[in-house]
């Protein structure tokens, strides 16, 4: 049973224009979320997290918004670049499960010149 | 910089031949985990240290052994490496004082190839 799920595995954005990337949870329990950003042959690196207290965490062009009651997260680029051509993962934890994340099966992102 | 740092960026080992992969760290973050991940596929979390504590994934292979010497070094150990055991290794870390949420930073990873 996936707990964390992205339901785009692609996505392909003309360069300047905005990135939304997508991802759906269904333990209501998840209480921290984050995205991931993953190149070819390298490990995650962290991008941005919200907390379930917030609905909207802004980071440059990075902006993640979380709507509890849909159980909805969503990762919002812009302006996109080719430099941000690369998979995304959203990932989840539930502070008393141990902070263990859970993550989604990812969204390959093509920023296209 | 402080950083993840997982040796070698690239393994290669025969089927039944035993390997170790190593993931150290300049965080001084308490708790360290080693997740498998196939190509397309989610990180899978392994196991993980809390302190010393040691603590395995219910659908961990007993194949696949762990060690934490110190606060820095963590090593994975593949008894017997499958095919099936073929995968991207990552090791990570975190700070977890058991009030605050804080986030896991990745190590760039080991890619095992079992021949």
């Known amino acids: 049973d996936q707990q964390v799920k992205q339901n785009s595995p692609s996505l392909s954005v003309q360069e300047g224009r905005i990135s939304i990337l997508n991802c759906d949870y269904t333990n209501s329990m998840f209480d921290y979320f984050l995205w991931y950003k993953k190149y070819p042959a390298e490990g995650p690196t962290f991008l941005i997290s919200i907390s379930s207290i917030k609905d909207k965490n802004e980071d440059g062009r990075f902006t993640v918004f979380l709507n509890k009651s849909a159980k909805h997260l969503s990762l919002h680029i812009v302006p996109s670049q080719p430099g941000d051509s690369a998979v995304y993962f959203c990932a989840a934890s539930a502070r008393n499960a141990g902070n263990m994340l859970t993550f989604g099966g990812g969204t390959r992102l093509m920023v296209k010149p | 910089d402080a950083m993840v740092i997982q040796n070698p960026r690239y393994q290669v080992t025969q089927f039944g031949k035993p390997v170790t992969l190593s993931c150290s760290q300049t965080?001084?973050?308490?708790?360290m985990y080693w997740y498998q991940q196939k190509s397309s596929q989610a990180p899978k979390l392994l196991f993980h240290y809390y302190d010393k504590d040691f603590n395995n994934e219910a659908d961990t292979p007993d194949n696949f052994q762990s060690r934490r010497p110190n606060t820095s070094f963590c090593f994975l150990d593949i008894r017997s490496p499958g095919l099936g055991d073929a995968a991207m290794y990552l090791c990570?870390?975190?700070?977890?004082?058991?009030?605050?949420?804080?986030?896991?930073?990745f190590g760039p990873g080991t890619r095992l190839t079992v021949l």
């Open positions: 990570a870390t975190s700070r977890d004082d058991g009030r605050t949420v804080d986030t896991q930073y």
């Open positions: 965080l001084n973050h308490n708790v």
